[in-house]
């Protein structure tokens, strides 16, 4: 939240060239508030741990978020129960017509599966074409990370030969931006996929930011720079336990699957791992929320989207 100072404060503009968000009387006298309203869009098997994932992000700031949760119409998952979705989630023909300040599309496990090839991909097009009018600021998060920079600007991804599983350290490019406001200068996250983005794609593609970056993971934070689009490969939302679980699930599978990378101490899967992304995360989503979404969004929600 800003904090209100009296008008003409010499500090203001020390304050301001520092990316602290300040506000005026004259400005705390005449604003509108309002709740604002953030679309999930969960394309995650488990939906319900992802869900508080997310939900427990989002609830880091003393704004009043009103979260609905999107499911793919065009697909029906198997590994959830049916009634929870009819309870709790909702299907892009039902808000089409409405506008939000903020979406999230997450991630989804589809290493290796060509974009085109995936069983929604026309549904996702069309989402993603509707968030151009329909939503202020979008943030898509892993595999919609790669999916929506394919689809805006057709830069193709890379496959890895082995999955990229691990905590690493990524190195900030744009130190004065609010989405880093209270970041060290170097951070952790998770990163649990098998596809990645060359980084001359990025930086030779007009209009985008390349935020952050990870000598070993590679691409990790990209914007536009009109901050209506995030693309996020790391997972800064990630539970203690979840790169573990992911760990055991392919285990038991039998696919052999190399242990998490600076995860378990000394790499041994005996040991509980020691967070070091838990700050990470709470900053990463409460600063694109209060920055990018509460600070910039029409209070007039149906005017989200004109020019």
């Not at 503009?13 to 009387?25: G, S």
């Not at 599309?105 to 060509?114: E, F, M, R």
Request: charged share 25%; net charge negative; glycine share 4%.
């Amino acid at each position: 939240m800003p904090i209100k100072i009296k008008d003409s404060l010499p500090a203001q503009q020390v304050l301001e060239n520092e990316n602290i968000f300040v506000m005026t009387e004259f400005r705390a006298m005449h604003q509108d508030i309002r709740p604002l309203n953030v679309l999930v869009m969960n394309l995650m098997p488990n939906k319900e741990i992802t869900e508080t994932q997310l939900l427990r992000k989002l609830s880091n700031t003393p704004l009043q978020v009103n979260v609905e949760l999107l499911q793919t119409q065009s697909y029906t998952p198997t590994h959830v129960d049916q009634s929870h979705l009819e309870s709790f989630y909702t299907t892009f023909d039902q808000v089409k017509d409405r506008k939000f300040d903020g979406m999230i599309i997450t991630g989804a496990p589809l290493d290796y599966v060509k974009f085109e090839d995936v069983a929604y991909w026309k549904e996702i097009c069309t989402i993603f074409e509707w968030t151009k009018t329909h939503v202020h600021s979008t943030f898509f998060l892993c595999w919609a990370c790669f999916a929506a920079l394919y689809y805006f600007y057709g830069l193709e991804r890379f496959d890895r030969e082995e999955k990229l599983s691990g905590v690493y350290s990524h190195t900030i490019l744009k130190p004065t931006s609010p989405l880093f406001r209270g970041f060290d200068d170097v951070f952790y996250a998770p990163h649990s996929r098998a596809m990645g983005i060359a980084r001359e794609k990025i930086e030779n593609t007009p209009g985008l930011e390349l935020m952050a970056y990870s000598d070993e993971a590679g691409v990790s934070i990209v914007k536009t720079e009109d901050s209506r689009r995030f693309f996020v490969a790391l997972h800064a939302e990630y539970d203690a336990d979840t790169l573990a679980n992911e760990y055991y699930r392919d285990l038991n599978k039998g696919m052999n699957p190399k242990i998490p990378a600076h995860y378990f101490p000394d790499d041994d899967p005996a040991k509980a791992p020691i967070v070091n992304w838990r700050s990470t995360g709470q900053l990463l989503y409460t600063n694109w929320l209060n920055y990018y979404v509460y600070q910039s969004t029409p209070y007039d929600v149906m005017s989200i989207g004109d020019k």
